[in-house]
């Protein structure tokens, strides 16, 4: 049976922020919300159709389109169009999808590219010259790579040599020297190409380019260096340097990607024999059924792993999952805060005594420094002092105008300006602030004490080590570089508050059929990285999009050691090896939902030589609805000796979806419930001879005593422990009650009629009149400043399929005041129906334009939005929730 195609709203999303009624979490909604090209679509040919006469039969029927992209690859037959001269949109897109040779069609979406977080970016400037180390060491100290283990495969000589990386991104900075300076054969960025060219946004027609250099933007320098970044003057290098990049640009200087060029790029990427593909690019889907999901797991089917971010959206809680991460055996990867945050200061050297030059880095303030050599004096031994230049000095203070002042920040006593003030009054002339917390320095301002001709600023680590010097009665000189011209210095500062946790912005899973998203956790969270030369060289970020190249690599590394590329075979390991989390907020000491971070933080090292393999890498014992009584996984034993294996379980925090006497998903951190599933086995203890295997099934018991209506979602790790050192685990999740019978998926009261004109969108009162200008746009749009009739609706949960109906209230339709549930629509209006959507809000202005192109007389009217349940079938009315609004009339001018 052939689906129907969809549309998306054209108008409205970004616009439900303004409303006063939308009070959720919008900014991680809208960031995530894909839009739509208005007329665009994307079909997938039957086989031995082609898009030659696909656009033949189309000219046949007098529809004229004006071609996209052709998208004739091995694992997707088809192409994308805009319709052009098209009065009626809708029966034109109708008729297209009946058509014989039409497998599948789906509107033109649109991808922005991920709000990542950056940190810290170099100056352009100092990038140019010669850059300094923190520490010379031959080992991997890179806290990412400490953290997943990449450190000890790497120090056993594995570097992804010999395997291929297909990056879909922003382009890159080739020229970069850390990223080999060059492309083309024999470069480390080999191969690739730019779809795209500067001018795209995602709307218009790709203007594409053989060479994928990115001259306006900077994620895919950045993801590029955390998969290959080779030796440079930082002293890091990616997770796996040896590989070979392909780097394929999605992306012009401003606005998104759009679903065919994704397409395209994860095609040719294919087909341009990429070993691996990943992409940091997602929106807030939770189905599996668009078409850059199917695509995605195609080509793991095919045999070539796939890893996409799971998405920043962590704000808004349960059931977030994005797409195409949310494909079927794709890798979604969530993110684990890096246990050190880098920084990168300005380089400048001590001695103490006769003693040679050693590094320090340092922020400049202002005023800044510029080329000095001074001695240093403390105005107080007592690094712990907190109330430091607070008050006069002593009347036995030395002239300070020859001096670099040392002082201890303090934000309680006094002022900053207080404090320079008072050592001015001493002829101080350069002060250097030294921190009182363990955090970066920061650039401090006392321009207000015109005698200060220069500040800056160290670490609390700096400082004290400097006062231990001045306490010792060392003589401590400091050499200054005017900080444009200074040397890099990077260092790092313990993250005691969140290292090692789950990253607050990292999306929540599961999908809407309860699959399990995410997969595995990476560091994302506080990532140094390549950035473009012009950017500065060298950046700090946050987010997916760096803990998922993170995993493309480790990937990359583990099939070296291992001879074996094959996604299951990886994903197995990744998901047995990897170490669950524990809960980051409050004082619980249980594991964090499996639908936050998957199996856990990626351990490299342990996939590279795991000797017993899982047959799953998750489980998902669905809803109550379609509970999954019992499951099954096979654990084999590929050493050379027997090993008896004790299987037990480690329980994870449970959440509630949503807070009671609420009906749209609640922020995270949501609710916890202090209830937990029980799992039997058919057996607790097995031994498995070498070169063996055992099945073993696994009953769960849901947790009892929950709110059902609340929708929690349990999970919890099936452990598996070996007598040969292995520790191996599979996660699991389950709903207790029902995704059909959620409270609500169209609140009544957040589906209403408004006035578009109003800048807060208010709700209108019964039989409201608009006056509007006669429509003459076939896509619908709105004049601006026109008061159109708006219909506002909340969807509290996904749908396949939202529908908004143009319901006629007349004599002729024999309709009754407050009774029109029977009364047919006359149509839907622009931009519906909608298939495979995820909650949000859709703001959209009836201009009078019916989504087949045709007028609504003048005439009262309610909208019938319509909305099928999860689970729910497309052709039984009681599957679908309705909410009628009330009427109001519209009159054309």
């Known amino acids: 049976m052939k689906l129907q195609y969809a549309l998306l709203p054209l108008f409205g999303g970004a616009l439900a922020q303004d409303a006063p009624h939308l009070s959720h979490d919008l900014d991680a909604i809208a960031d995530a919300e894909p839009s739509v090209v208005p007329g665009a679509y994307i079909v997938e040919f039957e086989d031995n159709e082609d898009a030659g006469s696909f656009y033949g039969d189309l000219r046949s029927q007098n529809m004229e389109a004006e071609p996209r992209l052709d998208l004739s690859y091995s694992l997707f037959k088809g192409c994308s169009f805009q319709l052009k001269n098209t009065s009626d949109v809708e029966v034109a897109a109708q008729r297209i999808s009946e058509m014989p040779k039409i497998r599948k069609m789906w509107p033109v979406r649109i991808h922005e590219i991920p709000k990542d977080e950056l940190v810290w970016a170099g100056n352009a400037e100092a990038a140019r010259s010669s850059l300094r180390k923190r520490q010379e060491s031959g080992n991997d100290t890179f806290s990412p790579h400490v953290m997943t283990q990449v450190d000890k495969l790497r120090a056993e000589g594995f570097t992804g040599a010999g395997i291929r990386i297909g990056v879909v991104d922003s382009g890159v900075d080739y020229n970069h020297p850390a990223l080999g300076g060059c492309f083309g054969e024999g470069c480390l960025i080999s191969y690739g190409t730019d779809l795209v060219g500067d001018e795209y946004n995602g709307g ?52 998104g990607a759009s679903d065919d060029v994704l397409l395209a790029a994860f095609n040719q990427a294919f087909e341009d024999g990429s070993d691996i593909i990943t992409a940091s690019i997602g929106s807030a889907s939770g189905w599996s059924e668009d078409p850059w999901a199917v695509l995605a797991q195609r080509i793991v089917e095919a045999g070539v792993p796939v890893t996409i971010a799971a998405g920043n959206g962590g704000s808004a809680g349960l059931f977030y999952a994005s797409t195409a991460a949310n494909g079927k055996k794709v890798t979604a990867v969530a993110s684990v805060d890096n246990t050190e945050t880098p920084f990168v200061l300005s380089g400048a050297t001590f001695r103490a005594g006769n003693g ?24 107080s031994n007592n690094t712990e002092v907190e109330d430091d230049a607070c008050s006069a000095l002593p009347d036995d ?31 101080a002339r350069y002060i250097m602030v030294y921190r009182s917390v363990p955090d970066a320095p920061i650039a401090v301002d006392v321009q207000v004490v015109p005698e200060i001709i220069s500040i800056g600023m160290v670490t609390s680590k700096q400082g004290a080590e400097w006062v231990r010097l001045l306490n010792e009665d060392k003589r401590v000189t400091v050499d200054m570089t005017k900080s444009s011209q200074a040397p890099v210095f990077l260092d790092f500062i313990p993250n005691t508050a969140r290292g090692g946790l789950l990253s607050e912005f990292t999306s929540w899973g599961p999908t809407w059929e309860v ?48 001879g074996t590329l094959d996604p299951s075979t990886l994903e197995r390991l990744f998901s047995s090896t990897a170490s669950p989390k524990v809960w980051a907020e409050g004082s619980s000491d249980r594991l964090a939902p499996v639908a936050q971070q998957g199996a856990g933080l990626i351990q490299v090292y342990d996939a590279a030589y795991a000797t017993t393999i899982l047959s799953v890498a998750s489980i998902s014992f669905n809803d109550t609805d ?23 379980h480690l329980e994870a925090v449970t959440m509630y979806t949503f807070k009671e006497g609420e009906l749209y998903p609640a922020s995270y951190p949501n609710p916890i419930a202090d209830a937990y599933a029980t799992l039997e ?43 040969s050192g292995e520790s191996l685990s599979i996660p699991y999740l389950g709903v207790v009650g029902s995704m059909y019978a959620v409270p609500s998926v169209l609140d009544p009261d957040w589906v209403f009629v408004s006035n578009w004109s109003e800048f807060r969108l208010p709700k209108v009162v019964e039989n409201t009149v608009f006056t509007i200008p006669y429509p003459t746009d076939p896509t619908g749009r709105p004049q601006i400043n026109a008061s159109y009739p708006a219909s506002v609706i909340q969807l509290n949960v996904g749908t396949t399929i939202l529908r908004c109906d143009l319901v006629p209230h007349n004599d002729s339709a024999n309709a009754t005041a407050g009774d029109v549930s029977k009364v047919a629509p006359i149509g839907s209006i622009t931009t519906f129906p909608i298939e495979y959507t995820s909650r949000r809000y859709f703001i959209s202005a009836f201009t009078g334009m019916l989504a087949d192109g045709t007028v609504a007389p003048e005439g009262r009217y309610s909208f019938r939005v319509r909305a099928l349940k999860i689970f729910g079938d497309t052709a039984k009315e009681e599957d679908y929730e309705t909410v009628e609004t009330v009427a109001f009339e519209i009159v054309y001018t």
Not at 230 to 242: D, S
Not at 534 to 552: D, F, H, I, K, Q
Not at 626 to 647: D, K
């Open 204 to 255: 218009n027609a790709p203007v594409p380019d053989p060479d994928p250099h990115d001259s306006c933007g900077s994620h895919g320098t950045h993801v590029a260096g955390i998969i290959a970044a080779q030796e440079n003057e930082l002293g890091f290098t990616g997770a796996a340097p040896g590989v070979t990049l392909g780097m394929y640009r999605v992306f012009g200087c401003n606005g």
């Open 356 to 379: 040679s030059a050693e590094s320090f880095g340092w922020q400049d303030g202002f005023p800044p420094y510029g080329n000095v050599s001074l001695p240093l004096w403390a105005v």
């Open 397 to 427: 203070t030395p002239d300070l105008a020859d001096y670099m002042v040392l002082i201890r920040e303090t934000w309680t006593s006094c002022s900053l300006p207080e404090q320079a003030q008072n050592i001015a009054a001493k002829g």
């Open 515 to 562: 699959d399990v998203k995410p997969q595995v956790a990476a560091p994302g969270g506080n990532i140094l990285s390549t950035y473009p030369l012009n950017l500065g060289g060298y950046a700090v970020e946050s987010g997916t999009s760096m803990s998922c190249p993170l995993t493309a690599a480790a990937y990359a590394l583990v099939a070296e050691a291992r």
């Open 626 to 648: 379609n509970f999954v009584p019992s499951a099954s996984f096979t654990i084999e034993n590929l050493s050379s000796e027997e090993v008896t294996y004790e299987l037990g």
């Open 681 to 723: 086995f058919s057996e607790s203890k097995v031994t498995v001879p070498a070169g063996g295997s055992k099945e073993i099934t696994v009953i769960p018991t849901p947790p009892s005593g929950l709110d059902e209506k609340l929708l929690p979602v349990y999970s919890g790790y099936i452990t598996v422990n070996g007598t």
